[in-house]
Nanobody, 124 residues
């Protein structure tokens, strides 16, 4: 099971970006999914997460500007980022709490899966 993030880039302050993260493998289901970010010299922090039922949670710093969503049929999570600020500059990582998958007739579960990160740079 792997998470592949995409959509990062360079944008001016006030602009928008949309991040995507797709899980690959013979996936049966994924519990919570989310986005974290890590700015230079800072700890990784939660940006937003979403349950399998669609309940969302946001960091105070992004409320009203970012929107997280997921497509359970496609095992994908998205982060729409609007009104970007220079302080949003960071590497953004997608995360899955627990993934249930199968190999042949066997069922497996793996926890705490991270994507490779995608860089978002917001210029002032």
């Amino acid at each position: 099971v792997q998470l592949q993030a995409s959509g990062g880039g360079l944008v001016q302050a006030g602009g928008s970006l949309r991040l995507s993260c797709a899980a690959s493998g013979s996936i049966f289901s994924i519990n919570g999914m989310g986005w974290y970010r890590q700015a230079p010299g800072k700890q990784r922090e939660l940006v937003a997460d979403v349950t399998v039922g669609g309940s969302t949670n946001y960091a105070d710093s992004v409320k009203g500007r970012f929107s997280i969503s997921r497509n359970n049929a496609e095992n994908t999570v998205y982060l729409q980022m609007n009104s970007l600020k220079p302080e949003d500059t960071a590497v953004y990582y997608c995360h899955a709490d627990e993934v249930q998958y199968y190999t042949g007739p066997y069922y497996h579960s793996v926890s705490d899966i991270w994507g490779q990160g995608t860089l978002v740079t917001v210029s002032s």
